[in-house]
């Protein structure tokens, strides 16, 4: 069971959409559902050869965490982000876990794929701290807004007219705390599910110590970071499209099959990339090749095996 061999290492970080399908199937069965179909398409890769590193979003499976949190707020206690974060890891590695266990069995592989729960060091003086910008949890009215900003500190914006939300730091992930384990683990051939929401960030204190912080961190760049630190061959990433394009969603529009590390840097500065979506992958890939990595790609579940073999897909090379 579960001997290494000695393959590539892959870094697939799996987008939202490989576990909620649509807003009509956000149930925890649906969710299953969804990543029994994204990891029999890992499995294929496995099949291929590859070692893999699955590292995927929370985004969603936090707001839940929030929403219950708030309902019950009379009753139990709040959930700090970085409780949310270990939270989901740990659900949605079980989800994969079983997964990718019945797919095995079912394929007849000697294959096991563990979790790791895992903690990604940001700097406790990333310009993210003073500038707090993701929004999360529901949107609240003014009123409730500003007395959470004066009981519990939180940074609040006013988002287009919708209503009033919190908004969190979104610092850089410098340093993957369990590398070694996550390293040893897929060296020994185990399938590693690991850095799940971009990893829990954390930060050192004056003694050195671990401290959970009240922030997120982007899955993109957590993969990314990844991606460098195991000396990954490839870095995946998936997501709704089966390509990236240029002028996206308009009349003009180019479906990508291939850029350079250049075209990239040039194409994210001409505006082609959307905020908070396709720009913060095509940034992480950008520090990924600028790090020395290989090869990215980008495309959807569905379409990992066509893609490896060229026939689709946007691949990113230095
Ligand atoms: P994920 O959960 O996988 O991170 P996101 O919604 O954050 O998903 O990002 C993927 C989305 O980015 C795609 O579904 C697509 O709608 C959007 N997108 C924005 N700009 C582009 C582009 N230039 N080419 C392709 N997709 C783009
Ligand atoms: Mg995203």
Same mark, same amino acid.
């Given at each position: 069971?579960?001997?290494?061999?000695?393959?590539?290492?892959?870094?697939?970080?799996?987008?939202?959409?490989?576990?909620?399908?649509?807003?009509?199937?956000?149930?925890?069965?649906?969710?299953?559902?969804?990543?029994?179909?994204?990891?029999?398409?890992?499995?294929?890769?496995?099949?291929?050869?590859?070692?893999?590193?699955?590292?995927?979003?929370?985004?969603?499976?936090?707001?839940?965490?929030?929403?219950?949190?708030?309902?019950?707020?009379?009753?139990?206690?709040?959930?700090?982000?970085?409780?949310?974060?270990?939270?989901?890891?740990?659900?949605?590695?079980?989800?994969?876990?079983?997964?990718?266990?019945?797919?095995?069995?079912?394929?007849?592989?000697?294959?096991?794929?563990?979790?790791?729960?895992?903690?990604?060091?940001?700097?406790?003086?990333?310009?993210?701290?003073?500038?707090?910008?993701?929004?999360?949890?529901?949107?609240? $009215?003014?009123?409730?807004?500003?007395?959470?900003?004066?009981?519990?500190?939180?940074?609040?914006?006013?988002?287009?007219?919708?209503?009033?939300?919190?908004?969190?730091?979104?610092?850089?992930? &410098?340093?993957?705390?369990?590398?070694?384990?996550?390293?040893?683990?897929?060296?020994?051939?185990?399938?590693?599910?690991?850095?799940?929401?971009?990893?829990?960030?954390?930060?050192?204190?004056?003694?050195?110590?671990?401290?959970?912080?009240?922030?997120?961190?982007?899955?993109?760049?957590?993969?990314?970071?990844?991606?460098?630190?195991?000396?990954?061959?490839?870095?995946?990433?998936?997501?709704?499209?089966?390509?990236?394009?240029?002028?996206?969603?308009?009349? $003009?529009?180019?479906?990508?099959?291939?850029?350079?590390?250049?075209?990239?840097?040039?194409?994210?500065?001409?505006?082609?990339?959307?905020?908070?979506?396709?720009?913060?992958?095509?940034?992480?890939?950008?520090?990924?090749?600028?790090?020395?990595?290989?090869?990215?790609?980008?495309?959807?579940?569905?379409?990992?095996?066509?893609?490896?073999?060229?026939?689709?897909?946007?691949? &990113?090379?230095?």
């Amino acid at each position: 069971m579960s001997h290494a061999n000695g393959g590539k290492i892959a870094v697939v970080a799996v987008g939202g959409n490989s576990l909620i399908r649509d807003k009509t199937h956000q149930t925890v069965p649906d969710q299953y559902a969804a990543s029994v179909e994204s990891m029999a398409r890992i499995t294929d890769m496995i099949e291929a050869g590859w070692d893999v590193v699955i590292t995927h979003g929370n985004g969603p499976q936090v707001g839940f965490i929030l929403r219950r949190t708030e309902l019950a707020i009379h009753e139990l206690h709040p959930v700090p982000l970085d409780y949310c974060g270990a939270d989901t890891q740990g659900a949605i590695g079980y989800m994969f876990q079983r997964a990718l266990y019945n797919e095995f069995h079912k394929r007849g592989l000697a294959k096991q794929a563990a979790t790791v729960i895992t903690q990604a060091l940001v700097d406790r003086n990333d310009p993210a701290f003073k500038n707090p910008s993701k929004p999360i949890g529901s949107f609240m $009215d003014q009123a409730t807004a500003s007395q959470h900003s004066q009981s519990e500190g939180w940074a609040v914006v006013e988002d287009a007219g919708r209503g009033w939300r919190r908004v969190v730091p979104s610092p850089l992930p &410098i340093r993957i705390v369990e590398r070694d384990a996550i390293e040893s683990l897929i060296r020994a051939g185990y399938v590693v599910i690991s850095n799940g929401g971009g990893g829990i960030p954390v930060i050192e204190d004056d003694q050195g110590n671990l401290v959970g912080v009240e922030a997120v961190i982007d899955k993109d760049f957590g993969g990314a970071l990844m991606a460098t630190s195991i000396n990954a061959e490839l870095f995946l990433i998936t997501t709704a499209v089966e390509k990236v394009a240029l002028n996206y969603n308009r009349p $003009d529009q180019r479906w990508l099959d291939r850029m350079t590390l250049g075209e990239a840097r040039q194409y994210l500065d001409e505006g082609h990339f959307a905020k908070g979506s396709m720009e913060p992958k095509i940034r992480a890939i950008i520090g990924y090749l600028e790090r020395g990595g290989q090869q990215a790609l980008i495309t959807d579940p569905e379409n990992i095996g066509r893609a490896l073999a060229g026939e689709t897909g946007t691949w &990113i090379v230095p």
